[in-house]
């Protein structure tokens, strides 16, 4: 009965874990032994325009990284720490 009752609050926690995973940007597969410094990952945002960049962190298989746009606006980035692509962008007014 245990072990029947396990077996369905998996099935059910797997595809929650799924969808959470869903709204975080998804980057690179590559080791962190791959991926650029932060520092490095803050200049290649400089240079696609963003200003002002607060703060690097790892985010899952991203980098999440706080800036203003050329606008002024607030932008939370998410960035491939392998390639500097932007995946996700996401700006206050």
């Known amino acids: 009965m245990k072990s029947l009752l396990i077996c369905a ?5 797997v595809p929650a874990f799924a969808l959470a995973d869903d709204d975080n940007a998804s980057c690179t597969k590559e080791p962190q032994s791959a991926w650029m410094k ?6 290649k945002l400089q240079q696609a325009g963003y200003t002002d960049i607060r703060d690097v962190k790892v985010a899952g298989t991203c980098y999440e990284i706080y800036a203003f746009t050329a606008k002024h606006e607030r932008a939370e980035v998410y960035m491939n720490p392998v390639t500097a692509e932007i995946v996700k962008a996401e700006v206050e007014d």
């Open 38 to 43: 932060p520092d490095a990952a803050a200049s």
């Open 9 to 13: 609050l998996a099935a059910v926690a």
